[in-house]
T-cell receptor
Framework: ETAVFQTPNYHVTQVGNEVSFNCKQT?????MYWYKQDSKKLLKIMFS???????VNETVPRRFSPQSSDKAHLNLRIKSVEPEDSAVYLC????????????FGAGTRLSVL | QQKVQQSPESLIVPEGGMASLNCTSS?????YFWWYRQHSGKSPKMLM?????GEKEEGRFTVHLNKASLHTSLHIRDSQPSDSALYLC????????????FGQGTKLSIKP
């Protein structure tokens, strides 16, 4: 049962454009994440928020910025996309503890031409 | 350098056979391990977790953990075609809440 909702499913854009991805979870979790899955299927964490507070900020280019309005929403904005940004962006949520399971959304596939 | 290493990269097992997947962390701070399964075109879903030394069994799936060597393994008995998927090992540290580190995955194919 899907409880982490991502929009859009796909997005095709050109180099230099700005894109925004949305994520909402209805599980009542307090922690949300953005992961990037590349063409080799490697999943890398980008950002993590706990109760609207940024707790993990991996080394990602400055053109990426997360936005959290409340603990159920975490959006991702890319200011000026580059070809290497082509990937699947997965949103996930969990309860805060490191022992708790991540629930992933279906992902947003970004293609940069 | 990848902190979570999985082997093999890909594995072909006949239907009804046993699949064995391995995962090791190079970070001594790792405390917890998970196994996620990702079917083609779908998002990862948690399969099993293990936090203590020893073995844990759920149906056809068994996970082992050796904390001293930071090695975990996943074994699938009586493999079914529906088990064909990418299996991702993940690890986290107790002090680093919110950061789950994934391995590169093992692609498992079950041949009927």
């Amino acid at each position: 049962e899907t409880a982490v909702f991502q929009t859009p499913n796909y997005h095709v854009t050109q180099v230099g454009n700005e894109v925004s991805f949305n994520c909402k979870q209805t599980l009542g979790h307090d922690t949300m994440y953005w992961y990037k899955q590349d063409s080799k299927k490697l999943l890398k964490i980008m950002f993590s928020y706990n109760n609207k507070q940024l707790i993990v900020n991996e080394t990602v280019p400055r053109r990426f910025s997360p936005q959290s309005s409340d603990k159920a929403h975490l959006n991702l904005r890319i200011k000026s996309v580059e070809p290497e940004d082509s990937a699947v962006y997965l949103c996930a949520s969990s309860y805060g503890s490191s022992q708790n399971t991540l629930y992933f959304g279906a992902g947003t596939r970004l293609s940069v031409l | 350098q990848q902190k979570v290493q999985q082997s093999p990269e890909s594995l072909i097992v006949p239907e009804g056979g046993m699949a064995s997947l391995n995962c090791t962390s190079s970070d001594r701070n790792v405390d917890y391990f998970w196994w996620y399964r990702q079917h083609s075109g779908k998002s990862p879903k948690m399969l099993m977790s293990i936090f203590s030394n020893g073995e844990k069994e759920e149906g056809r799936f068994t996970v082992h953990l050796n904390k001293a060597s930071l090695h975990t393994s996943l074994h699938i008995r009586d493999s079914q075609p529906s088990d064909s998927a990418l299996y991702l090992c993940a690890a986290s540290m107790h002090y680093n809440q919110g950061k789950l580190i994934f391995g590169q995955g093992t692609k498992l194919s079950i041949k009927p």
